[in-house]
């Protein structure tokens, strides 16, 4: 978009807008309008956003919830204390890991929030911010906004997409301040091990830096239930992670996460947060609470089990064309190198031109995913079967 509000000479738009990356879905986005348009028959892949409604416990805890007037008025910033002991049960039971209500939890209205506005409590202008590649573009807007300096690493799958910490320059990690990880990863769907977050915890250590892990997928996976980094003994002191109800409980709409560690880096991103929002919808909150004690009932656990459908159909029908494909073990994304010879965006182009299905380019997520596309597990069984019929048909 290059038009903004002006009045005379004057354009409304700080310098800083200007350093944000471009945003790379721009033609992706064009093409799958146009398409449309046209009345063409689109198969979606592209969105990273869960199709299926919340379940209907939370939803019914969140009807009950919305006449008790106690949720009518500003909730603490920091959440409710029902919900911070509710984080704290989840926390022990999922991970093993002890947390204080009172100092090592603080509620988000989602957890981009807390991301983005992290950097703005924890760092100085000028500081660096480690940021992997690809990955969630919030954690360099976060660090702009903040007047940080980001630092990419460079993430590759000959290291299975764990970012190489030995590799980062000596001055480099001594002047950062902060390291964005993020496991089970969006766009890649790797997971990381204990060991490599005890690597991780160990760098923290050594160069006073806080790492700030972004686990929205945690409780998204196939096959082993993947690690919190706070697991790592001593975690709590140079880490916070993010969780959000999101992805898990198919709650994006809601707004609703929480952050848990380090207690002065939350105390700090508290104080931003004070001074900008006032805590989430206590009624949410509510239905959160619910949402966190049923985590392990059957509602819940289906939502994981149709993604699993969808994923073999998809992995199944991508062999059966040609593609090598991995099994991802997390999250609702499949990552997958384009045929040989095609760059990502000439990939995701030639599927949406000639099957009308939609994936996106790994380029969008910076230059380290050129060479790959993803597709989201957020199109149902039927669909994604003919989607794969269409991609059966392409030679390359
Ligand atoms: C979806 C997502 C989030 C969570 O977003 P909310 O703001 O909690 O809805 C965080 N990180 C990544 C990598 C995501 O894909």
């Known amino acids: 978009m290059s ?9 409304w738009r700080a310098d800083r807008l200007g350093e944000l990356p471009p945003y790379l879905f721009v033609e992706i986005d064009r093409k799958k309008a146009l398409a449309k348009a046209a009345g063409r028959d689109v ?21 009950d919830a919305i006449r008790e007037a106690s949720c009518h008025r500003y909730s603490p910033a920091i959440g409710r204390r029902d919900l911070r002991e509710a984080v704290c049960r989840y926390f022990v039971d999922r991970f093993g890991v002890d947390l204080d209500p009172d100092t090592e939890v603080l509620a988000l209205i989602g957890s981009k929030e807390g ?14 911010v480690l940021v992997p590649e690809p990955g969630y573009p919030v954690y360099t807007a976060g660090t ?8 990419t690493m460079p993430l590759s799958e000959s290291r299975g997409w764990l970012p190489a910490l030995g590799e980062i320059p000596a001055d480099v990690a001594r002047r950062a301040r902060l390291m964005y990880l993020n496991y089970p990863n969006n766009p890649t769907s790797a997971c990381a091990t204990k060991s490599f977050f005890e690597e991780a915890v160990a760098f923290a250590r050594e160069h006073e830096i806080l790492i700030a892990h972004d686990a929205a997928y945690v409780d998204v996976y196939f096959s082993d239930p993947p690690p919190s980094i706070l697991e790592v003994d001593g975690a709590k002191d140079v880490c916070i992670e993010f969780h959000s ?3 898990t409980f198919n709650m994006t709409g809601w707004r609703i996460a929480f952050a848990v560690g380090h207690a002065a880096a939350l105390s700090a991103l508290a104080k931003v947060k ?21 985590r392990t009932s059957p ?18 029908g991508l062999r059966k064309a040609g593609w090598s494909v991995r099994d991802p073990e997390a999250t609702f994304y499949l990552w997958t190198s384009c045929p040989p010879g095609s760059d990502s965006m000439s990939t995701a182009s030639r599927i949406l031109d000639e099957a009308d299905v939609v994936t996106i380019p790994g380029s969008g997520f910076g230059a380290c995913g050129e060479g790959f596309i993803r597709f989201a597990l957020t199109v149902d069984e039927e669909r994604t079967a003919e989607a794969m019929q269409r991609l059966a048909r392409l030679t390359w």
């Open 3 to 11: 038009t903004c509000p002006t009045v005379g000479s004057t354009s």
């Open 43 to 63: 198969i979606d892949f592209g969105v990273g956003d869960p199709d299926m409604p919340t379940p209907a416990f939370i939803v019914d805890r969140m009807a």
């Open 115 to 128: 991301i983005g506005n992290l950097p703005t409590a924890v760092i100085n202008p000028g500081d660096v």
């Open 144 to 151: 702009v906004f903040a007047e940080g300096a980001c630092h």
């Open 245 to 247: 109800l999101s992805k």
């Open 274 to 294: 004070a001074n900008l929002d006032s805590g989430p919808f206590g009624a949410t909150q509510l239905a959160a609470i619910a949402a966190l004690d049923g």
């Open 299 to 316: 509602p819940v656990r289906e939502q994981v089990e149709v993604y699993r459908r969808r994923r073999d159909i998809l992995v199944g």
